[in-house]
């Protein structure tokens, strides 16, 4: 496995609970809503770019993960 600065371990597990995937395919949802996708899927956001909690839950892409 390559090693990064400070020997850290580069593109694998980082410690957690086992079986990331769950956690991994939510945060990745999260980012893509918060990054990318709440204009796209109309959600209500502030003049400082935050998006109610309840909006980004509310979301099927979300939802299907918890």
Not at 6 to 27: E, L, P, T
């Amino acid at each position: 496995m390559e090693r990064g600065r400070g020997g850290h371990h580069r593109g694998g597990h980082r410690g957690g609970r086992g079986g990331g995937g769950k956690d991994v395919a939510i945060s990745k949802s999260l980012s893509w809503i918060l990054r990318h996708g709440a204009i796209e899927l109309g959600l209500s956001m502030r003049s400082d770019g935050y998006v109610p909690l309840n909006e980004v839950l509310e979301q099927q892409r979300i939802k299907c993960k918890f």
